[in-house]
RNA sequence: GGAACGGUGGCAGAGCGGACGAAUGCGACAGUCUUGAAAACUGUUGGGGGUUCACGCCUCCCGAGGGUUCGAAUCCCUCCCGUUCCGCCA
């Protein structure tokens, strides 16, 4: 959520950063009339409630001087201007609500240091990485039996099973076996022990309220995106990041505390509504997948440090894992709606000959802090000040998964899995078919 | 799921229809005293919104949302959460 001062003040900043984004400046104007007219109804209201409380006290001392008609008399007038206060009241909170909905799907302004751009294709490659590039390496080049998109090398080795996986929830749910999913267990267990050092490990709900759903933006824009469960009115989180950045909702926290950092492992859940068509095949896009998730909470100026390090560690579980990926430092357009910046990461699918995005890193200043009323007080004393959000994947497993097993893929097609996964793989890194 | 009792400021805890944003205690902060500290004493000490150049003034917030009333922390209704007992259960 913006904050509605900044519109007051300064608008067209509001209209220059929005634009940036491709959103017509008329919102913002509309926005703005809505605050005038409800500021104005909200002064006149305060009045009559001034006149109230004050007409109260007099009947009270009227009946405390046995004075029945004077205070019945100013009980009456009473009623009267308590009458049009409520019949106030009711516009009052319909423009309340006019600016609370315009406001909740107004996306946030761009970072001045986001690249300008349209869309997906005015991303900005910042650099890349692979096995080797330290020593001299050039950028490599993959062998054919690489280039077996990772559905067929999965089914061949008995580690993935799609057809069943549709059987028991339809499509885009799938089914790792044996090895398959043992990988995804030592993913995980490898990138909470990487993050052991600074972030606490949590391990949130799965399903959430509305509230904390819409704390972090996903609602109400996007609903259509999210599963729900009617009956008990609870929202399947898309990502880690929606309980955790609402666990703090509604305190103010000691300066002393921050940056408070907190990574977990949870299932995510997308009803990709408006991919149809896309990515069917494989575990590109999937409605579930397990994802590590870190989200930092921090001052306005420890932002960037928050942001580099949860960037780094992203970076440097796949470095680990080996695999050749490279940096996109998304443009104005292509972010999402509560973030100011964004850095995607993306492996190398040989079996697709494609990038794919694994993790996404957000600094969204304090932009879902408002939402959510998540603030923290100023070591030296001052008033409470809105926390800065960030989060990023460190990783998304399915895409991991299918860059492993296509990168590691062999002549005899057996697949090698990085050395630093023996450890979580009862110390086998090779992949051979179920007899 | 049933029953009983509760949810008040950073914490503890009064208040049970009329000047209550809320006694009191603790904590925290500042000052006096002290070589310094402790103790003692004095003062300050929640959040949101509106208005004002500013000092300030106004308004809302006592789990949440409705209602009754001239007036609600106090009465009524619904919901949520906690504790205890019963039932059920991995």
């Known amino acids: 959520m913006l904050d509605i001062r900044l519109l007051r003040d300064d608008p067209d900043a509001i209209k220059a950063g929005l634009a940036r984004r491709g959103v017509d400046g008329a919102a913002v104007d509309r926005l703005i009339d809505f605050d005038v007219a409800h500021r104005a109804l909200l002064a006149r209201q305060e009045t009559l409630r001034q006149e109230v409380k004050a007409l109260s006290k007099a009947v009270g001392q ?13 009980a009456e007038q009473s009623r009267a201007v308590g009458d049009e206060e409520r019949r106030l009241n009711v516009d009052v909170e319909a ?14 302004l761009p970072a001045e240091d986001c690249p300008d751009g349209e869309s997906e294709a005015d991303n900005v490659e910042t650099r890349r990485w692979w096995p080797g590039l330290e020593q001299g390496f050039p950028f490599p080049t993959f062998d054919e039996h690489q280039q077996v998109p990772h559905w067929e090398v999965g089914e061949a080795l008995g580690i993935l099973d799609l057809e069943r996986g549709a059987k028991m929830s339809g499509s885009m749910f799938p ?72 666990m703090h909702r509604g305190e103010i926290l000691e300066e002393a505390v921050l940056p408070l950092r907190f990574t977990a492992s949870t299932p995510c859940f997308r009803r990709e509504a408006g991919s149809a068509g896309r990515d069917t095949r494989g575990v590109l896009r999937v409605h579930e ?25 992203a970076e440097a579980l796949l470095r680990g894992l080996g695999l050749t990926y490279r940096v996109l430092d998304l443009c104005s357009g292509d972010i999402g709606a509560s973030s100011k910046r964004t850095f995607d990461l993306e492996v190398y699918s040989p079996g ?29 004393g001052g008033s409470p000040q809105f926390v800065h959000t960030l989060n990023g994947s ?35 890194t090779t992949v051979t078919p179920r007899r």
């Not at 997948?289 to 560690?313: Q, W």
């Not at 893929?409 to 086998?428: C, H, N, Y």
């Open 95 to 108: 423009a309340a609500e006019a600016i609370r909905s315009a406001l909740l799907v107004t996306p946030n």
């Open 394 to 428: 460190a990783l998304a497993w399915p895409r991991i998964w299918a860059a492993l097993i296509e990168q590691g893929r062999q002549a005899d097609g057996s697949v090698e899995l990085p050395e630093v996964l023996a450890p979580f793989l009862g110390g086998t």
């Open 175 to 246: 089914l790792f076996r044996g090895m398959g999913a043992r990988l995804l267990r030592a993913l995980t267990s490898y990138a909470l022990a990487a993050h052991a050092d600074a972030y606490e490990e949590l391990r949130p709900p799965t399903f959430v309220l509305t509230e904390t759903i819409t704390a972090t933006g996903h609602l109400p824009k996007f609903a259509d995106e999210a599963y729900h469960i009617e009956r008990d009115d609870l929202w399947a989180i898309p990502t880690a990041e929606v309980p955790l950045t609402s």
């Open 289 to 313: 997948f397990d994802k590590v998730e870190l989200v930092a909470y921090a001052t306005p100026e420890g932002a960037k440090a928050a942001f580099d390090d949860i960037l780094a560690r």
């Open 352 to 380: 697709c000959d494609r990038w794919l995005e694994v993790s996404s890193v957000s600094w969204f200043g304090d932009y879902q802090a408002r939402r959510a009323s998540v603030r923290y007080r100023p070591a030296d």
């Open 62 to 74: 009227a009946k405390k001087e046995r004075d029945e008609v004077r205070a019945s008399a100013l």
